[in-house]
């Protein structure tokens, strides 16, 4: 029963890097306007694609384990505020 609980354990800590990075993506290729109209109206512009700033971002030139420092900081940062 421990190794099941270990092994669920792990995919839930890997299920929410990859939420996390999921949006810290969206959120990393946005332009000021674009987050400024989501913290107001709450959603961001329907078509991403028709946009001035480019589709990737800082996250993207990063390797596994240096994403992995941002979210063990961000999960330390805000663990209890979800």
Known sequence: MTLLKSRLERLEK??????WLSVQRIFDTRTDDELEGYVTQ????ANP???ARPL???LDGMDRNAL???WDEHERAFRGQG
């Open 68 to 70: 992995m420092k941002l």
């Open 14 to 19: 890997d299920l929410r890097f990859k939420e």
């Open 49 to 51: 694609f028709n946009r």
């Open 42 to 45: 709450g959603c961001l512009p």
């Open 56 to 58: 990737h971002g800082s």
